[in-house]
Nanobody
Framework: QVHLVESGGGLVQAGGSLRLSCAASAGIFIFDVMRWYRQAPGNQRELVATITNGDSTTYKDTVKGRFTISRDNAKNTMYLQMGRLQPGGTSVYYC????????????WGQGSQVTVSP
């Protein structure tokens, strides 16, 4: 069983920056895809950013140019650098990783709260 643990959340003023980390209990090179999701109060969970094991990245349109996803295989950690955080951007951020095998092996972290103050 692989465990993912997010950290780095907190309170930030609108316009500020935060970096989230997602530490894995196993080498992240095993994951074909790693993702960050977020869920705002009263909303459904939404995909924010994706990185493949080939370091290909994609982003939700509303975060392009402000967020950067990355992974450090040596540290078994994925990151989300968030900049110019917007008012109303309060969400719980979740990391997700999966392995494409005969079945999809899918893992989630417990979430990290990001609160953006006006």
């Amino acid at each position: 069983q692989v465990h993912l643990v997010e950290s780095g959340g907190g309170l930030v003023q609108a316009g500020g920056s935060l970096r989230l980390s997602c530490a894995a209990s196993a080498g992240i090179f095993i994951f074909d895809v790693m993702r960050w999701y977020r869920q705002a109060p009263g909303n459904q969970r939404e995909l924010v950013a994706t990185i493949t094991n080939g370091d290909s990245t994609t982003y939700k349109d509303t975060v392009k140019g402000r967020f950067t996803i990355s992974r450090d295989n040596a540290k078994n950690t994925m990151y989300l650098q968030m900049g110019r955080l917007q008012p109303g951007g309060t969400s719980v951020y979740y990391c997700n990783a999966y392995i494409l095998a005969s079945t999809i092996l899918d893992y989630w972290g417990q979430g990290s709260q990001v609160t953006v103050s006006p």
